[in-house]
C-alpha cells in the first residue's frame, strides 16, 4: 500500500519561514507535488519534485530524498494570505494526496 | 484562459436520489480527474481520464457511482442512488500529460475546479 503523513497543523508568525514535512511509503514513484488550499477553495498547484534536491519558487521551495522516503515544503517571508491548507501528492501512474497541513499564520 | 468549470456548485438531494455533477477540462487538457474531499482530508481520486479512457478506476464505488467523458472532453460523474456518507466535495481537475512511450510524464501540475459541494439528506 501506500501513505502519506503530514503533520495536521502548524501555527507561525508572520515574517518566519515555516517548514511541512511529508512522509510517504511508497515506491517507484514519478514525483513529489505540493497544493494549497485556501477555506472553501480548490487546491492550487505550488510544485512538483522529479529529482532529489530543492526546487525554488519564489517565496517557496519543496524538497525530495527518494532515500529517506522524505519531502518537505519551505515557506519563507510568511504573510496572512499563507493561512491555508498545504497538501503533498505522490505520483505513480495513481495518485494520492496526504490529508494536509493547516498553517495558521498569525500577526 | 477559461479555467476548470464545474457545474452545479452546490447540490442537496435526499438520500436514495440521483445525483449528476458536469466538468469542462482546460481546453487542450487530454487528463482528466474526478476527487472527492471530504472535509478536514486531502483529495481522493475516484477516477482517471486519458482522452475518452478511464486508466485508473479502483477507487471509484462501482455499485452506485459512473462516470464518462465522450469526445474526450467533458465529463460527468454520476450516484445513484446517493448515500448519506456521500456528502463531500466533488472536485474536477485536468492536466496536460506527454505521455512517450507509454507512462505518466509530466510536472503534476492539475488545476482544479471549483468543486461540487454535495450534501445528501
Known amino acids: 500500500g501506500q501513505s502519506l503523513e503530514q503533520p495536521s497543523e502548524v501555527t507561525a508568525v508572520e515574517g518566519a519561514i515555516v517548514q511541512i514535512n511529508c512522509t510517504y511509503q511508497t515506491s517507484g514513484f514519478y514525483g513529489l507535488s505540493w497544493y494549497q488550499q485556501h477555506d472553501g477553495g480548490a487546491p492550487t498547484f505550488l510544485s512538483y519534485n522529479a529529482l532529489d534536491g530543492l526546487e525554488e519558487t519564489g517565496r517557496f521551495s519543496s524538497f525530495l530524498s527518494r532515500s529517506d522516503s522524505y519531502g518537505y515544503l519551505l515557506l519563507q517571508e510568511l504573510q496572512m494570505k499563507d493561512s491555508a491548507s498545504y497538501f503533498c501528492a505522490v505520483n505513480f501512474n495513481k495518485f494520492y494526496f496526504g490529508s494536509g497541513t493547516k498553517l495558521n499564520v498569525k500577526p | 484562459e477559461a479555467g476548470v468549470v464545474q457545474s452545479p456548485r452546490y447540490k442537496i438531494i435526499e438520500k436514495k436520489q440521483p445525483v449528476a455533477f458536469w466538468c469542462n477540462p482546460i481546453?487542450?487538457?487530454?487528463?482528466l480527474y474526478w476527487y472527492r474531499q471530504n472535509l478536514g482530508q486531502g483529495p481522493e481520486l475516484l477516477i482517471r481520464y486519458e482522452n475518452e479512457e478511464a486508466v485508473d478506476d479502483s477507487q471509484l464505488p462501482k455499485d452506485r457511482f459512473s462516470a464518462e467523458r465522450l469526445k474526450g472532453v467533458d465529463s460527468t460523474l454520476k450516484i445513484q442512488p446517493a448515500e448519506l456518507g456521500d456528502s463531500a466535495v466533488y472536485l474536477c481537475?485536468?492536466?496536460?500529460?506527454?505521455?512517450?512511450?507509454?507512462?505518466?510524464?509530466?510536472?503534476?501540475?492539475?488545476?482544479f475546479g471549483p468543486g461540487t459541494r454535495l450534501t445528501v439528506l
Open positions: 481537475a485536468s492536466s496536460l500529460v506527454r505521455g512517450i512511450w507509454g507512462g505518466y510524464r509530466g510536472n503534476n501540475e492539475q488545476f
Open positions: 481546453s487542450g487538457h487530454n487528463t
